[in-house]
């Protein structure tokens, strides 16, 4: 995998189109929250004739405001990709096609960004919080959450003296599983 | 039972293998499974034993309002207590009526449907 910076993105994919690998196979995205403050936009392609293996390009983009060149010229293929990591990522692609490809027009939010919280259901009974035995949830033990919900303290019932959760601390508590012990 | 080419279309709990660890309701994606369970001292230990409990079900509901028949909860069952069967699902006058009571040990509860 090739790390590129960001302004050389759209001549790194170029070049590696006159070098011969001229099929695109993927565009992707990787919120890396909670290692580094970054999206990595991942881009594959393939040379099918010569049996060189695929070419990687990897590009980090600062989290806060993330934008990158389109390769939709050079690639016409990866427009749909590239709308896709817009809308779920929140990703710009600068010069590329803004409509939304999966998201109804009037949605609002990133879903794959791993601070995004699925806030519909934190107001909601999850049926896993219970214990094996147990008919009823009991409050005050190390409780179970599920994917998508923060537990309380961070989002939802966090003590309103205290500033709002950093967004690695939502992605970190939204893995779902058991409620970590908090230092106070 | 079924045939492969229509099995995907209920899922069934095998209830003796169940043991209520919870893990199906909590792989869930869609919530739809609702357990509850309490637990009962296991009798017949030999003379000095140390006490145990086991989980005695006491309900398991699938809501087919709300299931996408992923199978995940089938996958996940360390005990095999779940399986797909062949038979449809029961259609229902109103999304409350597709919640589908498979144990319910309380009196007076409706009688587990046998579809098979």
């Not at chain 1, 759209?10 to 189109?17: N, P």
């Not at chain 1, 929250?33 to 991942?42: A, L, Y």
């Not at chain 1, 817009?86 to 710009?92: A, I, N, T, Y």
Request: include cysteine; hydrophobic fraction near 35%; proline fraction near 7%.
């Amino acid at each position: 995998m090739t790390e590129v910076l960001p302004e050389d993105w759209l001549a790194a994919v170029e070049a590696l189109k006159r070098d011969g690998f001229d099929y695109f196979d993927w565009l992707g995205c990787v919120d890396e929250i909670g290692r580094r403050e970054c999206f990595r936009i991942v881009l594959v392609v393939r040379n099918l004739g010569g049996g060189a293996e695929p070419r990687m390009l990897s590009c980090s983009l600062p989290r806060d405001h993330p934008r990158i060149a389109s390769v939709a010229a050079v690639f016409a293929g990866a427009a749909w990709h590239e709308r896709e990591v817009s809308e779920l990522f929140g990703v710009d692609f600068l010069g590329g096609e803004r409509r939304r490809l999966l998201l109804s027009p009037d949605f609002e939010g990133t879903p794959l960004r791993k601070d995004e919280v699925l806030a519909a259901r934190t107001g909601m009974d999850w049926p896993g919080a219970k214990e094996p035995g147990e008919s009823d949830a009991v409050p005050g033990r190390r409780r179970m959450v599920p994917p998508g919900v923060p537990e309380p303290a961070v989002w939802g019932d966090r003590d309103s003296s205290q500033p709002a959760a950093e967004p690695a601390e939502v992605a970190e508590s939204a893995v779902g599983g058991r409620v970590r012990r908090r230092r106070t | 039972m079924s045939t492969s080419g229509e099995s995907h279309r209920w899922i069934r709990l095998i209830e003796p293998a169940c043991t209520s660890c919870m893990i199906c309701a909590r792989e869930c994606p869609s919530w739809c499974i609702s357990i509850d369970s309490h637990t009962e001292p296991v009798e017949g230990l030999p003379r000095g034993a140390r006490e145990r409990t086991r989980n005695v079900l006491d309900r398991f509901a699938i809501d087919w309002s709300l299931c996408m028949y992923c199978g995940i909860c089938v996958e996940e069952c360390p005990y095999d207590a779940l399986e797909w069967v062949g038979a449809l699902t029961e259609p229902g006058p109103s999304s409350e009526s597709l919640v589908e009571e498979m144990v319910q040990a309380a009196v007076g509860g409706h009688e587990r449907q046998e579809k098979i």
